[in-house]
């Protein structure tokens, strides 16, 4: 049996906007990174040093009881490193989805630091030297937007001077769509319309600068989503052959622990977990036949591979059997379906992008 699993303890959901994610940090252990985040940095020195912690936060809802208390203990992320280098930043990466538009929130707190006391969201990050922040500095006493291109700091900090509380709770936001970038600080829209063509997709995380102790948390993502290479695939072959009763791709995406539906033809199918069968293929490039003679129906699961020739996915076909099919017979018509994949698929990083 398979189960429906919640990627990466964040929760789904469906929107008019779109796509919904919320992070829940008490979903992850005490003192840990999060396993679907990655921390690296951006200019000089090591990696930040991120974990979850726990720390007096104010509730995101209004309380129905005047009495009831103004601060709770919750999960919170914290950057806690005290790396006192100027080009040092240290980044904590969400590494299991890229964005188009989208909408990202979170709510910050800078807690400590001597050279500099700054909290920042990255987005549409591509790798360490190519993303654009936005971010609030306590000493500076301002609320920035930025971009690095190339390695190279745009010279321009777009933003104005304002006040930024120190071990106070703020909020700020980012939404894009295409080049249209929009910030808000505290649910005010403190720096005018930016428009930048520098980078169109991305990954999101936060940020902070040198030995800056900052802490984050309810962090929330509104985003159209978007059909990946992967989706494609599916789609296109779902459409081409009509004895396709099923079709599933599975994959092993960045920080997980094993094979996962990554696309198709059924919605509902997204985001189960494989089984053996599918972790042999896609480990030991094997294929694998199965017939289910009350659905009146035959599966082949055949390795999808990379430009090296290594299997990064296992492609389940499910298909309507007839009289007298053999195994031989549904293998050709899959490896057939597959041949039609094969020459579009370059890496698993593409494939699920």
């Not at 992070?23 to 974990?51: C, H, I, M, R």
């Not at 208390?69 to 950057?79: F, H, L, Y």
Request: some cysteine.
């Amino acid at each position: 049996m398979r189960y429906c699993i919640v990627l990466a303890a964040a929760l789904f959901a469906f929107t008019a906007l779109g796509a919904e994610r919320t992070f829940n940090f008490g979903d992850y252990a005490l003192d840990q990174t999060p396993s679907n985040f990655v921390s690296t940095v951006s200019g000089q020195g090591k990696p930040g040093e991120w974990k979850v912690i726990l720390d007096a936060t104010p509730s995101a809802m209004p309380a129905r009881d005047t009495n009831a208390p103004g601060m709770t203990d919750q999960a919170v992320i914290a950057q806690v490193a005290r790396y006192a280098v100027d080009q040092h930043f240290p980044l904590l990466i969400l590494n299991d989805d890229t964005f188009n538009d989208f909408t990202f929130s979170t709510r910050f707190k800078i807690v400590g630091g001597a050279m500099a006391q700054m909290a920042g969201i990255v987005f549409r990050y591509q790798n360490p030297k190519n993303y654009y922040v936005l971010m609030a500095s306590v000493l500076d006493q301002h609320f920035w937007f930025f971009k690095v291109v190339n390695g190279q700091r745009s010279e321009r900090l777009i933003g104005p001077a304002v006040t930024i509380a120190k071990n106070e709770w703020h909020e700020m936001s980012v939404k894009c769509e295409g080049n249209r970038i929009q910030c808000q600080l505290d649910g005010k829209p403190v720096i005018p319309l930016i428009t930048d063509n520098s980078f169109v997709t991305g990954k999101v995380g936060f940020w902070t600068k040198s030995d800056s102790v900052s802490y984050f948390v309810d962090p929330k993502l509104v985003y159209t989503p978007r059909e990946t290479l992967a989706q494609s695939l599916v789609s296109d072959a779902v459409q081409k052959f009509s004895r396709l009763e099923e079709l599933k791709m599975f994959a092993v995406r960045p920080g997980g622990n094993g094979p996962v539906v990554v696309a198709a033809k059924n919605e509902q199918d997204m985001n189960h977990s494989g089984g053996t069968v599918e972790r042999d293929v896609i480990q030991n490039g094997k294929g694998y036949f199965s017939r289910d003679k009350k659905a009146g129906t035959v599966t082949v699961t055949l390795p999808l591979r990379d430009r090296n020739g290594d299997a990064i996915a296992a492609v389940a076909f499910t298909m309507k059997s007839f009289l007298g099919e053999t195994e031989d017979t549904a293998a050709l018509k899959a490896h057939m379906m597959l041949k039609d994949m094969q020459p579009r698929v370059t890496s698993l990083e593409d494939l699920l992008q």
